[in-house]
């Protein structure tokens, strides 16, 4: 399966049944490096990734200055240390999952919440870390 695969059949799919989707999502290497994202993903910046990859090395990293993805400011929410972060801007926001090799990234908008963006965005993050990657 190639990882554009993934990005268009688990990331920007239907959640739920529900007939809502995630906003945008993407794979990309710990390098910063983009393995497959979607035609809406936002322009990033070498040193946003470069900061996300910092604040999983040292969780809090980026608590005082939030989280920039693409030139938008996330506001930084409870994630978990080392595997998770969660962002929040207005109605929406991002969740980032680390996996041993990439980041799997999930931007969503109401009216999809917080916790159907982080089910998509771990599920896939989990199964990628069960299969080495």
């Known amino acids: 399966m190639s990882w554009q695969t993934y990005v268009d059949e688990h990331l920007m799919c239907d959640i739920d049944g529900t007939g809502h989707h995630l906003n945008a999502s993407a794979i990309i ?17 070498p040193q946003e990734i470069t900061g996300i990859m910092k604040d999983f090395d040292e969780p ?16 930084v929410i409870q994630g978990e240390p080392g595997a998770v972060i969660r962002g929040k801007k207005g109605s929406g ?12 990234f999930g931007l969503y908008e109401e009216p999809v919440t917080p916790g159907q963006c982080n089910m998509v965005v771990e599920r896939l993050g989990d199964y990628l870390i069960d299969q080495g990657l």
């Open 29 to 45: 290497g710990h390098d910063g490096s983009v393995w497959a994202q979607s035609s809406s993903f936002p322009q990033f910046k």
């Open 60 to 75: 809090g990293h980026l608590a005082p200055t939030g989280l920039h993805l693409g030139g938008t400011k996330y506001m």
């Open 93 to 104: 926001g991002v969740t980032i999952k680390k996996t041993g090799q990439a980041l799997v």
